[in-house]
């Protein structure tokens, strides 16, 4: 009688283990070239780690906008939530990387980037005074008015964190944004 074969019972081996690692690790140093060369050769471009980050959250939150270009464009979902529900867009907008935010939107993320407690990524620019980014948002359709579970806009969390700056600006749209019918 033959022994059985428990390699599929046992998980993946160390090996695979640590080329998963060092996978994760080029997408955190933005390593554009290699991220092609090893989607190219059968990389599933939608690879999470333990945190479920993927390669797109991990390149998006260290600020390597051509990363992320690279893993899109091997048709990795924008929109991918870690396990703490945290989008790419979030991240960063978070870290106060606009460049990564115009290639998310470019192809196709979605503008506010919702966490499961209702926070955007408009919402997140405003609470760190990220002016730029508030506007960037904005102009591409990010709605001033959300609010999160607790009922929170980007104002109310810019006035909050004490961010004098997008405050102002969220104000300015606020007051822009046309009002509904029967207001």
Known sequence: MQEPDNRTTQGPDEDMIAFASEVFDVARRGDAVMLDALLSKGLPPNLRNDHGDTLVMLASYHGH???VRVLLE????????????????AGAAFKGYLPVIEVLLAHGADVEGASPDGRTALMIAAMFNRVELVEYLIAHGADPGARD?????????????????TVARLAAAT?????PLGD
């Open 65 to 67: 906008a051509d990363a």
């Open 74 to 89: 091997h048709k990795a979902d924008p929109d991918l939530r870690n396990d703490r529900g945290q989008t790419p867009i």
């Open 149 to 165: 579970a607790n009922g929170f806009s980007a104002r109310d969390a810019a006035e909050k964190m004490g961010a004098p700056d």
């Open 175 to 179: 007051e822009a944004r046309p009002k």
